[in-house]
T-cell receptor, first 115, second 111 residues
Framework: NAGVTQTPKFQVLKTGQSMTLQCAQD?????MSWYRQDPGMGLRLIHY???????DQGEVPNGYNVSRSTTEDFPLRLLSAAPSQTSVYFC??????????????FGEGSRLTVL | KNQVEQSPQSLIILEGKNCTLQ??????????LRWYKQDTGRGPVSLTI?????NTKSNGRYTATLDADTKQSSLHITASQLSDSASYIC??????????FGAGTRLTVKP
């Protein structure tokens, strides 16, 4: 059982380049979310989805796009990378939204550096 | 503003000793509080989940407490082991999917 899988694990971009961070889960979870983790700060929610075709913004959505065409996949797109987007990104999934007490499973993270 | 504050920022203890980590929050309307363990370079892993009606929950040597009236939680680690060295993150969720993370407490257990 793979759980939540993120790719790539490491990526270096130049300012202005675009890329997509991939996230897939094999637990048939409805809720999926993306976070960024910066030194000295708690994880911050970027975007989330409560089911296929439904997405919503979190605390820090600017500069990021998401879509949810299937239950399994929730990619995060950076259209024009900026140095301020250098961070570690985590994808997570849960059977239901975080307002419920179901466990939230995290991927292993994707470390992005923007030069 | 919904916030989660953790203390201390870092802590060093000797193997076998106990320790307690603190979490204060202002998230509303409160739904649940979670404690996660995050090893360096890894994703967070859940330790406990508590709703407002629960004031204690244990997971092996980890015991979390919750006082919903004062909006405080603690995580007590008993008989620490070297493998307990990690960051411990307090996470509080509201009913509207607003989930706030504390900055974490970095615990180092020394032999």
């Amino acid at each position: 059982n793979a759980g939540v899988t993120q790719t790539p694990k490491f990526q270096v971009l130049k300012t202005g380049q675009s890329m997509t961070l991939q996230c897939a889960q094999d637990m048939n979870h409805e809720y999926m979310s993306w976070y960024r983790q910066d030194p000295g700060m708690g994880l911050r929610l970027i975007h989330y989805s409560v089911g296929a075709g439904i997405t919503d913004q979190g605390e820090v959505p600017n500069g990021y796009n998401v879509s949810r065409s299937t239950t399994e996949d929730f990619p995060l797109r950076l259209l024009s990378a900026a140095p301020s987007q250098t961070s570690v990104y985590f994808c997570a999934s849960s059977a239901y939204g975080t307002g419920y007490t179901g466990e939230l499973f995290f991927g292993e993270g994707s470390r992005l550096t923007v030069l | 503003k919904n916030q989660v504050e953790q203390s201390p920022q870092s802590l060093i203890i000797l193997e076998g000793k106990n320790c307690t980590l603190q979490c204060n929050y202002t998230v509303s309307p409160f739904s649940n509080l979670r404690w996660y363990k995050q090893d360096t370079g890894r994703g967070p892993v859940s330790l406990t989940i508590m709703t407002f009606s629960e004031n204690t929950k244990s997971n092996g040597r980890y015991t979390a407490t919750l006082d919903a009236d004062t909006k405080q939680s603690s995580l007590h680690i008993t008989a620490s082991q070297l493998s307990d060295s990690a960051s411990y993150i307090c996470v509080v969720s509201a009913w509207n999917n607003d989930m706030r993370f504390g900055a974490g407490t970095r615990l180092t257990v020394k032999p």
